[in-house]
């Protein structure tokens, strides 16, 4: 069964009062219904504005977050997109709806799984998921337009930013993984990487290796 109307309004009625006004990414998150990607006790909040607990001690990200980090990440029809930290999926397939192309990697086998499932059942045949360590990237399919990561590090992963295509855009959390973090974007120039602070965050760490499950 797909989103209420009801609820659906709830979603896009908190994205709007956060401040999000990008009319793309508005009709993207539209097309998401954000229940399928929450699981058990919680499965009732999906519409809340509100980050929450997902298997594998995981967390799916507070919409508004989401659809800043989208917004920042000015995804155009021909992209070729890398998100690290597929988590639920939820992020990758709002991408899916703006982007040519969507890779998303996660750590835990489990999750990449689950979310694998979800994007067949919608028909996102644009995803590409792998189980990695996402702080290489994925050098095989480098460069890439947009680079989306989830998960905070102390500092921009290198590969990353090696991975990121002149003119690129790379959006991501950065900061000691306890405290409060920065969101920032980097930009790819001929010259080198420019740095913008766009907001206070906080997410999961991002960890070396794979996942246990
Ligand atoms: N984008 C997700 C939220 C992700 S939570 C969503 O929409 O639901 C952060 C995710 O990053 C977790 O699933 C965690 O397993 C993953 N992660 C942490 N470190 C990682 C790494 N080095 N490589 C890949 N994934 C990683």
Redesign the pocket.
Known sequence: MNWSAEEKMRLLFALRQQGLTDKAVLTAMEKVDRGL?VQGVFAGRAYEDTPLP?I?G????QPSI?GAMTQALEVGPRDKVL??????????AILSHLARRVYT????RR?VADAQAIFDALGLSNVITFT????FGLPDHAPFDRILV??AAEDPPGPLLAQLRIGGIMVLPVGQSDAVQNLIKVRRTEQGFEYEELLKVR??????GL?RE
């Open positions: 990607f997902i594998c995981q967390t799916i990200s989401v998100e690290i930290g597929t988590g639920s999926g939820y992020q990758a990697v996660d750590r835990f999750l990695g360590d996402g702080s989830t998960a997410f999961v760490p991002l960890l070396e996942g």
